[in-house]
C-alpha cells in the first residue's frame, strides 16, 4: 500500500517540466510587469507633487496602459556639454537620449540631466560627414563638428563599458549636430523666450573646468580617463562651413514681427 499512495502522491503534486517553464515565465513575466508598473509609480508620483488627486491618477494609468514607440526607440543615452552660439561663457550640461532613425541621421531629446524630474531643454540631430558635406552654406553655419567633443572625453555614454562607447564614439567623431535650446534654464526656471542656437566646443581652454568636474563627480565618471582610452581614435578633418562662430561671427535666433497672412 505504501508504493500505491506514494505513486497517488505524485500524480496528484507533480509538475511536468514544459508546465513548470510555463508558470516560471508567468511568474517572470507578473514580477517584471509589477516591476514595471511599480517603477512607473515611483517616477510619476515624484514630479505628481502638488497635481490633484485625479491628474495623477490619469498619469499613473496612462503610463502604465498607452504605448509610446518614439519613447520607446530611444535607446542612446549621451551626456556633454553646450554652449550659446552667440556666447561662449554662456555654458550648460545636456543630457541626451537618441534615436538612430536613419544610418545618416540621429534625432535626441535634452534634458538638464537624467531624473524623473527633469526639465526638457532641446533637441539636436547628428547628421553623417556625407550628409553635412551636402548642405547649403547658410544651413551649415547652423551645424557644430563632434570632434572635440569625442577626442577630449567631455561627451559620454554614461553605464556603457568602455569598449562598447569607444567603438560607438568612432562613428559618431566624424558627425555633425544642430541644436536648439527651448528652455534657458541657465538664466531661468522656466522656458522663456524663443529657441537658441547652440554650439560645441572646439578645442582645450573653452568649457569650464568646474563644470566638468562637477559632472564627472556627479556621474561617477572621468572625462580625462575616457580622453586616454579614445586617443586612438583618428581626429577627422572638420568639414568647411562647421563651427562658424570660430570665425569671429555667428548667427542666432530672435523674434521679429511681421505682417499677418491670411
Not at 509538475?15 to 516591476?35: E, F, H, K, R, Y
Amino acid at each position: 500500500m505504501a508504493p500505491t499512495r506514494g505513486r497517488h502522491r505524485s500524480r496528484g503534486s507533480g509538475t511536468s517540466p514544459a508546465a513548470s517553464i510555463g508558470i516560471g515565465a508567468a511568474a517572470g513575466l507578473t514580477a517584471a510587469v509589477g516591476l514595471l508598473f511599480g517603477r512607473k509609480a515611483a517616477t510619476i508620483s515624484k514630479v505628481g507633487k502638488g497635481h490633484p488627486l485625479k491628474h495623477r491618477v490619469l498619469d499613473l494609468a496612462a503610463g502604465a496602459m498607452q504605448t509610446k514607440y518614439p519613447v520607446d526607440a530611444m535607446s542612446t543615452y549621451l551626456n556633454g556639454f553646450h554652449m550659446y552660439a552667440d556666447d561662449m561663457g554662456r555654458q550648460v550640461e545636456a543630457t541626451h537620449f537618441c534615436i538612430h532613425l536613419r544610418h545618416d541621421l540621429h534625432q535626441c531629446v535634452i534634458f538638464d540631466r537624467n531624473a524623473p524630474d527633469a526639465r526638457l531643454i532641446g533637441i539636436e540631430y547628428i547628421i553623417s560627414e556625407e550628409r553635412f558635406r551636402g548642405l547649403p552654406e547658410d544651413e551649415k553655419r547652423l551645424w557644430h563638428s563632434h570632434h572635440y567633443e569625442v577626442k577630449s572625453g567631455s561627451l559620454t555614454a554614461p553605464g556603457i563599458p568602455d569598449l562598447a562607447e569607444h567603438a560607438y564614439f568612432e562613428d559618431l567623431v566624424t558627425t555633425y549636430g544642430k541644436t536648439f535650446h527651448t528652455w534657458q534654464y541657465d538664466r531661468d526656471d522656466f522656458p522663456y523666450g524663443i529657441p537658441q542656437l547652440m554650439m560645441g566646443f572646439t578645442q582645450d581652454g573653452q568649457a569650464s573646468d568646474e563644470m566638468i568636474r562637477a559632472r564627472d563627480e556627479r556621474l561617477g565618471i572621468s572625462t580625462s580617463g575616457k580622453r586616454q582610452n579614445r586617443a586612438d581614435i583618428p581626429v577627422p578633418e572638420v568639414a568647411p562651413g562647421a563651427n562658424a562662430w570660430e570665425s569671429g561671427r555667428t548667427v542666432q535666433t530672435r523674434i521679429e514681427e511681421i505682417d499677418f497672412k491670411r
